[in-house]
């Protein structure tokens, strides 16, 4: 049985850095990605690990201050902020598929099979 577990959510302050963490258990896979959302909001994509096409992928609001990353002998994902800021707060959550995604497709939420169950990041002043 395929599980995704995040960890790593908490309280941080504006400009902070946090990791989260998502241990995969059951089989690995190539493709991963994190997922967030906001109170009120739609599931939004974040980053996406298209390993199986050796590439990573982001949105724009959060280019260049968050990096996803991979441990393969820990079935680990991590998803590393830094220079937080207030919009970076949700409900964050990692999800996989067994399939071979497209660039086009890495964003979109019907493409991963997995999910877990979220770990909530809160950003202060």
């Known amino acids: 049985q395929v599980q995704l577990v995040e960890s790593g959510g908490g309280l941080v302050q504006a400009g902070d850095s946090l990791r989260l963490a998502c241990t995969v258990s059951g089989r690995p896979f190539s493709n991963y990605a994190w997922f967030r959302q906001a109170p009120g909001k739609e599931r939004e994509f974040v980053a996406a690990?298209?390993?199986?096409?050796?590439?990573?992928s982001y949105s724009d609001s959060v280019k260049g201050r968050l990096h996803i990353s991979r441990d393969k002998a820990k079935n680990t994902m991590y998803l590393q902020m830094n220079s937080m800021k207030f919009k970076d707060a949700a409900v964050y959550y990692c999800?996989?598929?067994?399939?071979?995604?497209?660039?086009?497709?890495?964003?979109?939420?019907?493409?991963?099979?997995?999910w877990g169950q979220g770990t909530q990041v809160t950003v202060s002043s």
């Open positions: 999800a996989a598929t067994s399939g071979n995604p497209i660039l086009s497709s890495l964003g979109v939420i019907g493409t991963y099979e997995y």
């Open positions: 690990d298209n390993g199986s096409r050796r590439r990573e």
